[in-house]
């Protein structure tokens, strides 16, 4: 039988990020050695406290709150007031399995195009075309560590001219590494506000910033129309739980009150125990402050070292400050490479089979197909071995990088040969 499907979903294909994971973790199975650049996990093992309150509440087996837990929304809003200084209350809080899925669902129940900055997140796109809804790629430039700028926004949004359109932002940036200054974010809500566009603010990585500036959040300028999402995946390491977070102001109370009843005839609300363990993470935020912090020490240096690998390789790459990502190019080797490879997919392939270097091309994050950009992460590493042997506050150097991330410097070693061979 050949079944009729919806044809919004006949062209979608498997997450990018998942499918590299995937196919990484097969060869890996198989004997093959892979330096896996291509997957954004945190290697960290989960704060001891938050599995603890997981362990002690698996015995909840009632159906929560739609919205959520309604003592763990009153403890997210007061985290982020004390974190962040963001004026949110607990009716303005809602909880998913992941970001990712109330991402999804905002998107599927605003009317108006999405704006993207290119490059961004994979699953940005793929998620508003499952709506059918119009994506529009702004491109940004690498001499800006690809970071949207107000004359871009402004340039587009005037050419779109729509009543109502979205832009989801994400800061600190995958996959690029990159973070908002305050003044960045100021001249971007200035056209927000000019062009009434509504903001998806995707904080995930707001922990995990090298700066110690602070996170500049589009909210702070532009709280009207801004939402804001997080979650506990990268921070604090607890990818698997899929719990994510949204806060929604006052002035967009239809949309929280449309997300409820998408909610409640879709996954209902969040697993139980899950909800518990979140509470202990936003509720006693300060027994895990050290984790945030030394976890962000280690990225930190990991993020630099290889930075400064593919520069000293005659790669492009703007330098990361937060998260664990960066977005080095191949464009001075072009009309170089092997086989006369002149896409971002062919290039990538090469290496994964060759070289086995697993990485991402720049057109999976919404580049052209021929551009040679590559998205690495950098957390191909035993997390709880190298946390447990950090020493914090000490200053390492390169050389040490091989007794903490040996597969990633393995995966520089084979990158160098591949570009010394050309």
Known sequence: MNPALNPLVLNLKESATLSINMKALELRKNGKDVCHF??????FPIPENIQQALRDNSHRKAYLPTQG?????????????KEFGYNFSSKNVVVGPGSKELIFQTLYLLEGPLLVPSPSWVSYGPQAALRGKKVIQVETSRENSYKLTADELDRMAHKVGH????????NPNNPTGAVYTDDEMKELAQICRAYNIIVISDEIYAMIDYTGNGQASMYKYFPENTIVTGGMSKSFAAGGYRFGLMMIPDELSQVMDSLKSIISETFSSVCAPVQYAALEAYGNFDSIRPFIKKTCEIYKFSSEYLHERFISMGLNCPKPEGAFYMFPDFENFKGRLPNNIMTGVGLCSHLLNEYGIALLPGSDFYFPATNMGVRVAGVDFDGEDVYSRWEEGKLYGSDDAVKFFPNMVRGCDRLKGFLSEL
Do not use: C, H, R, T
């Not at 837990?69 to 007031?81: H, M």
């Open 38 to 43: 291509g997957f954004g996990q945190s290697p």
């Open 69 to 81: 837990l309604p003592e763990l929304l009153d403890v997210i809003a007061s985290f982020y007031k």
């Open 163 to 170: 009543k109502q359109m979205v832009l989801i932002l994400n």
